[in-house]
């Protein structure tokens, strides 16, 4: 079992950056795959990035080349860096990750608004 807590959320020109953190209760170094999802108001839940434990990312479509996703195991930690925001990027982010079952964090806001 694990516990994920998200930060780094906030409100944000379009254009601009943020980097959300996502903070395990427990070593990462042996889960499967830690990632992103996003959901908007109103819409589901969709994927927006992965790393798995070899450290393969995998991203959505809408987010390849602004988005980036890494992670620092001796922090057990996931990163994501989000550059280039559009408004279409305004969500809550939840953390999940991956060891027989998905495990979520509580989400963070994301904002973008000029």
């Known amino acids: 079992q694990v516990q994920l807590v998200e930060s780094g959320g906030g409100l944000v020109q379009p254009g601009g950056s943020l980097r959300l953190s996502c903070a395990a209760s427990?070593?990462?170094?042996?889960?499967?795959?830690m990632g992103w999802y996003r959901q908007a108001p109103g819409k589901q839940r969709t994927f927006v990035a992965r790393i798995t434990r070899d450290g393969t990312t995998g991203y959505a479509d809408f987010v390849t080349g602004r988005f980036s996703i890494s992670r620092d195991n001796a922090q057990n930690t996931v990163f994501l860096q989000m550059d280039s925001l559009k408004p279409d990027d305004t969500a809550v982010y939840y953390c999940?990750?991956?060891?027989?079952?998905?495990?979520w964090g509580q989400g963070t806001q994301v904002t973008v608004s000029s």
């Open positions: 999940y990750a991956r060891q027989l079952r998905n495990y």
């Open positions: 427990r070593s990462i170094y042996s889960i499967d795959a």
